[in-house]
């Protein structure tokens, strides 16, 4: 065969060439790019890539075109960081595990639950309760304080955090309290939510907030409503409607009201904070100079120290009252006397209790119904001056008054928005609500739920006792209270004698407040 190759054929191979060459030409350049987008934000990033395409002439009829395909890696959900959080709960807390129950005790379940239900929605966060050791010391907090291994937020009261304040035991919460809480229907203001003595029970000397108060506890006069109905007796009102059923009472054969001087709680602190706040009633708020409604023993030693602080006329005049009582007491009042069992078996008619220990009633009913009544309302008959207004016992001595401890903005920073958020969380109604009522106290949260047993507690009221004994002093003060208290009342000594006592014992305990509280000398915040 013949292999030459002719003219034409050269042409033709030689164009078939050019068209193969021109058609790969013609071919888009496959380039693929991975781009990985760092920027990290909360939820996954969704990027849309627009096709980009390059055209470019090379020859004459020759067309190069290149195709950039972008593959885009989308960024992921960075992990939360996780949080660990060590809370003394105080009674909120569920049963310690590692303590044993008595026999037919039952567990405390308290924020338990709801702490679980925070962790499943939160998983990044751990919770743990503290438990405080029962016997701690008295400067337990201090101690741990210092160490900086106090829990994370911490249960305390007011008058005992308050000298301590200035040392950063406690965070200034205000910018908080201030802010909308997301859990509260209606989302407003988290401390618009809070009873007003809820609220001022965490208002430090400066004016800021440093905790939050969910529940407390008032006093109420229980009484027997079997003998009031065997005696055809009615609820009194009256200092003098008081006195009337408390002769009757004793006529008939009972102890009309149990009480002592000893050491127990809480007979003559109660019994003072009820009876000199109504006495005072237009003066005692001139010492509350932090406007929390409690006057605390800086306020009492500064106003001693700037010599306003007289309400001996007051005191006496109260005073008078205790010895009217005195009769109708039981025998042996002046030390320790078992009241509380004497009214199980219905031989005392009534006596003054709080919330917290009325549930036992509940769980160990007595063979009676018990009544519930405020503490007799002073009138002009026993003081001229008397504004005739019922005063009650009623504060934040519950179970859910918490502080965030101080050192955390140091240390801890990150801890700051979790804790906020979960206080923020279980102040909802039916939480604060639901562990109100197991630990039996009264909730301070609007549109909490109230335990039928607590309603008596609600009554409306005119004014919560503001100071209570000298008790709030000290308890050497306080010790001194019953000892005047059990000289007068027992007919050992006269008014000239308790009111020159009374005014020595006090220019003592003030001054050994003034020695070891140097600072409190200077008297610039009081104005």
Same mark, same amino acid.
């Given at each position: 065969?013949?292999?030459?190759?002719?003219?034409?054929?050269?042409?033709?191979?030689?164009?078939?060439?050019?068209?193969?060459?021109?058609?790969?030409?013609?071919?888009?350049?496959?380039?693929?790019?991975?781009?990985?987008?760092?920027?990290?934000?909360?939820?996954?990033?969704?990027?849309?890539?627009?096709?980009?395409?390059?055209?470019?002439?090379?020859?004459?009829?020759?067309?190069?075109?290149?195709?950039?395909?972008?593959?885009?890696?989308?960024?992921?959900?960075?992990?939360?960081?996780?949080?660990?959080?060590?809370?003394?709960?105080?009674?909120?807390?569920?049963?310690?595990?590692?303590?044993?129950?008595?026999?037919?005790?039952?567990?405390?379940?308290?924020?338990?639950?709801?702490?679980?239900?925070?962790?499943?929605?939160?998983?990044?966060?751990?919770? +743990?309760?503290?438990?405080?050791?029962?016997?701690?010391?008295?400067?337990?907090?201090?101690?741990?304080?210092?160490?900086?291994?106090?829990?994370?937020?911490?249960?305390?009261?007011?008058?005992?955090?308050?000298?301590?304040?200035?040392?950063?035991?406690?965070?200034?919460?205000?910018?908080?309290?201030?802010?909308?809480?997301?859990?509260?229907?209606?989302?407003?203001?988290?401390?618009?939510?809070?009873?007003?003595?809820?609220?001022?029970?965490?208002?430090?000397?400066?004016?800021?907030?440093?905790?939050?108060?969910?529940?407390?506890?008032?006093?109420?006069?229980?009484?027997?409503?079997?003998?009031?109905?065997?005696?055809?007796?009615?609820?009194?009102?009256?200092?003098?409607?008081?006195?009337?059923?408390?002769?009757?009472?004793?006529?008939?054969?009972?102890?009309?009201?149990?009480?002592?001087?000893?050491?127990?709680?809480?007979?003559?602190?109660?019994?003072?904070?009820?009876?000199?706040?109504?006495?005072?009633?237009?003066?005692?708020?001139?010492?509350?100079?932090?406007?929390?409604?409690?006057?605390?023993?800086?306020?009492?030693?500064?106003?001693?120290?700037?010599?306003?602080?007289?309400?001996?006329?007051?005191?006496?005049?109260?005073?008078?009252?205790?010895? +009217?009582?005195?009769?109708?007491?039981?025998?042996?009042?002046?030390?320790?006397?078992?009241?509380?069992?004497?009214?199980?078996?219905?031989?005392?008619?009534?006596?003054?209790?709080?919330?917290?220990?009325?549930?036992?009633?509940?769980?160990?009913?007595?063979?009676?119904?018990?009544?519930?009544?405020?503490?007799?309302?002073?009138?002009?008959?026993?003081?001229?001056?008397?504004?005739?207004?019922?005063?009650?016992?009623?504060?934040?001595?519950?179970?859910?008054?918490?502080?965030?401890?101080?050192?955390?903005?140091?240390?801890?920073?990150?801890?700051?928005?979790?804790?906020?958020?979960?206080?923020?969380?279980?102040?909802?109604?039916?939480?604060?609500?639901?562990?109100?009522?197991?630990?039996?106290?009264?909730?301070?949260?609007?549109?909490?739920?109230?335990?039928?047993?607590?309603?008596?507690?609600?009554?409306?009221?005119?004014?919560?006792?503001?100071?209570?004994?000298?008790?709030?002093?000290?308890?050497?003060?306080?010790?001194?209270?019953?000892?005047?208290?059990?000289?007068?009342?027992?007919?050992?000594?006269?008014?000239?004698?308790?009111?020159?006592?009374?005014?020595?014992?006090?220019? +003592?305990?003030?001054?050994?407040?003034?020695?070891?509280?140097?600072?409190?000398?200077?008297?610039?915040?009081?104005?």
């Amino acid at each position: 065969m013949d292999k030459r190759i002719t003219r034409r054929q050269m042409f033709r191979m030689a164009g078939f060439g050019v068209f193969a060459a021109t058609l790969a030409a013609c071919q888009p350049k496959i380039v693929e790019v991975t781009k990985v987008v760092e920027k990290v934000v909360k939820e996954t990033v969704e990027v849309s890539v627009e096709k980009v395409v390059k055209e470019t002439v090379v020859v004459k009829e020759q067309v190069s075109v290149e195709k950039e395909v972008t593959r885009v890696v989308a960024a992921t959900k960075a992990p939360p960081q996780q949080i660990e959080l060590l809370l003394d709960c105080f009674r909120a807390a569920p049963s310690d595990p590692q303590v044993q129950l008595r026999e037919g005790e039952k567990p405390v379940i308290g924020l338990g639950p709801f702490m679980d239900d925070y962790m499943l929605e939160h998983p990044n966060v751990k919770i +743990e309760f503290y438990y405080k050791p029962v016997n701690a010391p008295e400067g337990w907090l201090e101690a741990r304080m210092a160490a900086q291994d106090a829990p994370d937020w911490f249960y305390s009261h007011g008058e005992a955090l308050w000298p301590h304040i200035h040392k950063g035991w406690a965070l200034d919460i205000t910018a908080w309290v201030k802010s909308p809480n997301p859990y509260m229907p209606g989302k407003r203001v988290w401390e618009s939510y809070l009873r007003e003595i809820g609220r001022a029970s965490v208002l430090g000397p400066d004016g800021k907030t440093y905790g939050i108060c969910l529940d407390g506890q008032g006093v109420l006069t229980f009484y027997n409503k079997s003998i009031f109905e065997e005696l055809g007796l009615k609820e009194y009102r009256t200092w003098s409607e008081a006195m009337e059923v408390w002769k009757t009472i004793k006529d008939a054969g009972y102890v009309p009201f149990g009480g002592d001087l000893g050491g127990q709680c809480c007979y003559p602190h109660w019994s003072f904070g009820h009876a000199f706040n109504q006495f005072a009633y237009d003066t005692i708020l001139q010492y509350d100079d932090s406007g929390d409604l409690f006057v605390i023993s800086k306020e009492l030693v500064q106003h001693t120290l700037k010599g306003d602080f007289d309400q001996w006329d007051e005191f006496v005049a109260m005073f008078r009252l205790f010895k +009217e009582q005195a009769p109708y007491l039981p025998e042996g009042y002046r030390g320790e006397v078992d009241y509380r069992t004497m009214f199980r078996q219905g031989k005392v008619a009534m006596y003054m209790e709080n919330n917290g220990f009325g549930v036992t009633y509940q769980r160990d009913p007595p063979p009676f119904d018990i009544g519930y009544m405020d503490y007799p309302v002073i009138t002009a008959e026993q003081w001229p001056a008397s504004k005739e207004k019922i005063v009650r016992i009623d504060g934040p001595w519950g179970n859910m008054q918490y502080f965030v401890t101080g050192y955390l903005k140091e240390t801890a920073p990150e801890k700051l928005p979790v804790i906020k958020d979960l206080l923020m969380y279980i102040s909802q109604p039916h939480i604060a609500g639901a562990v109100a009522a197991e630990g039996g106290m009264i909730p301070f949260v609007e549109g909490a739920p109230v335990a039928p047993n607590m309603e008596p507690w609600m009554r409306p009221y005119d004014r919560a006792v503001t100071w209570q004994s000298w008790a709030s002093l000290s308890p050497t003060a306080y010790e001194a209270q019953r000892n005047l208290m059990a000289e007068y009342m027992y007919g050992t000594i006269d008014d000239g004698t308790l009111l020159e006592k009374a005014k020595k014992a006090w220019g +003592e305990e003030t001054q050994k407040l003034l020695d070891n509280n140097p600072d409190w000398a200077d008297l610039s915040n009081l104005g």
